[in-house]
T-cell receptor, first 115, second 113 residues
Framework: GAGVSQSPSNKVTEKGKDVELRCDPISGHTALYWYRQSLGQGLEFLIYFQGNSAPDKSGLPSDRFSAERTGGSVSTLTIQRTQQEDSAVYLC?????????????FGEGSWLTVV | GESVGLHLPTLSVQEGDNSIINCAYSNSASDYFIWYKQESGKGPQFIIDIRSNMDKRQGQRVTVLLNKTVKHLSLQIAATQPGDSAVYFCAENGYNQGGKLIFGQGTELSVKP
């Protein structure tokens, strides 16, 4: 597709369950980012992939959160043993390179609700 | 710690008026600032950016002002239109941090026809 694609767009899960959120970046983009946006708040950085380099995981809030990027393209964000405070919109973004943010394009996000 | 914050959570303006959205940042090492627009149900969309070696930058109907002395950033929207209604975020970035951005809370702009 032309833009960053995320799935599912909405997910309701029970507390304690694991969830996987998927991101398809723009074709050819080597950098991929995950952000989290709680209701009425700004975006919180989670993790950043650039090419074959080790990802920057400094924003992951706990060890229940993990992400991988296979083949330098699609990425999956996994949240284990979900908690109610994990409820948020999870936004993926991609850019051509490790350039400045004016080249970053965001997806529409995955709304996660933990009940 | 590092933070970027907004002075006003909501702003309501009349169509055709100019809008000013303000932002304060605390990290003096930040050297690049960005404004994003986020419409309901969508991801943030880049509007305009400015580097720390500048104090003003203009785009189409938008102007960003940077005052490094007081660590203040503003977004001015000229002749505000109903399509400008959205939440606006400022974000800061440091040298060599790639896309790792620190976002402010956001200001909701409402344009009355």
């Amino acid at each position: 597709g032309a833009g960053v694609s995320q799935s599912p767009s909405n997910k309701v899960t029970e507390k304690g369950k694991d969830v996987e959120l998927r991101c398809d970046p723009i074709s050819g983009h080597t950098a991929l980012y995950w952000y989290r946006q709680s209701l009425g708040q700004g975006l919180e950085f989670l993790i950043y992939f650039q090419g074959n380099s080790a990802p920057d995981k400094s924003g992951l809030p706990s060890d229940r959160f993990s992400a991988e990027r296979t083949g330098g393209s699609v990425s999956t964000l996994t949240i284990q043993r979900t908690q109610q405070e994990d409820s948020a919109v999870y936004l993926c973004a991609s850019s051509l390179d490790r350039g400045r943010p004016n080249t970053i394009y965001f997806g529409e996000g995955s709304w996660l609700t933990v009940v | 710690g590092e933070s970027v914050g907004l002075h006003l959570p909501t702003l309501s303006v009349q169509e055709g008026d100019n809008s000013i959205i303000n932002c304060a940042y605390s990290n003096s090492a930040s050297d690049y600032f960005i404004w994003y627009k986020q419409e309901s149900g969508k991801g943030p969309q880049f509007i305009i950016d400015i580097r720390s070696n500048m104090d003003k930058r203009q785009g189409q109907r938008v102007t960003v002002l940077l005052n490094k002395t007081v660590k203040h950033l503003s977004l001015q929207i000229a002749a505000t239109q109903p399509g400008d209604s959205a939440v606006y975020f400022c974000a800061e970035n440091g040298y060599n941090q790639g896309g790792k951005l620190i976002f402010g809370q956001g200001t909701e702009l409402s344009v009355k026809p």
